[in-house]
């Protein structure tokens, strides 16, 4: 009698964890998901250019290109100033102490600021760059260097990027699918068309 009784009970409760209740929170789920919208943004051409650069040097910021533009804009900071300055620090993020720091923002010794992400990075970099340099009077990489790093030769390398990536810049050709090409080519199925009546 007690197997019957621990089996009726064993029926029970799982009965009474009852389907609708895991239906009402899958509907929550979705319901969560086709809330979310994503924000189409076209890709501002100097992040194209910028992610064809860090390209060449097989750099993670080349993801980022937008990112960079962006903090760049929103701080009014030269958009060639991080990421050359990631060129320096970090040959372009690739050699950093962790945490996606590739600007040394806070480097000393055994000591670095660690960031949640690149865009957590850039951001708080150019940030950085306006109040703590740029709006205190230190407007280019010469003028920044003694007190960013204390290599004397930091100036003189954050500006033969960022004279490269201009040079770079103007040398650029955008084969990108901007579509701009679409009424050059032939319409191809126009063309078959006339080819079967023939």
Do not use: C
């Not at 600007?103 to 109040?131: C, H, M, N, P």
């Not at 033969?160 to 955008?174: G, H, N, P, R, Y």
């Amino acid at each position: 009698m007690t197997k019957f009784k621990f089996l009726a009970f064993f029926i029970l409760t799982l009965l009474s964890l009852s389907p609708t209740k895991i239906v009402v929170a899958e509907k929550l789920v979705e319901e969560k998901e086709v809330n979310r919208q994503v924000e189409a943004k076209r890709m501002d051409n100097r992040a194209k250019i910028l992610a064809q650069y860090l390209a060449k040097f097989n750099s993670p910021l080349q993801y980022h290109a937008q990112d960079l533009i962006d903090a760049a804009d929103a701080y009014r900071v030269d958009w060639k100033l991080i990421p050359s300055i990631a060129g320096v620090e970090s040959t372009f993020g690739k050699h950093i102490p962790g945490g996606f720091n590739a600007w040394g923002w806070g480097v000393y010794g055994t000591q670095a600021i660690y960031f949640d992400s690149w865009k957590d990075g850039i951001f708080t970099l150019a940030k950085g760059l306006r109040e703590g340099y740029l709006d205190k009077g230190l407007k280019d990489p010469y003028a920044m260097n003694r007190i960013y790093a204390a290599s004397p030769s930091w100036g003189k390398n954050v500006t033969f990027f960022m004279q490269d990536l201009e040079k770079f810049a103007s040398e650029f050709v955008d084969n990108d699918s901007d579509f701009s090409s679409l009424g050059k080519t032939p319409n191809i199925a126009a063309v078959s068309g006339q080819l079967t009546l023939r």
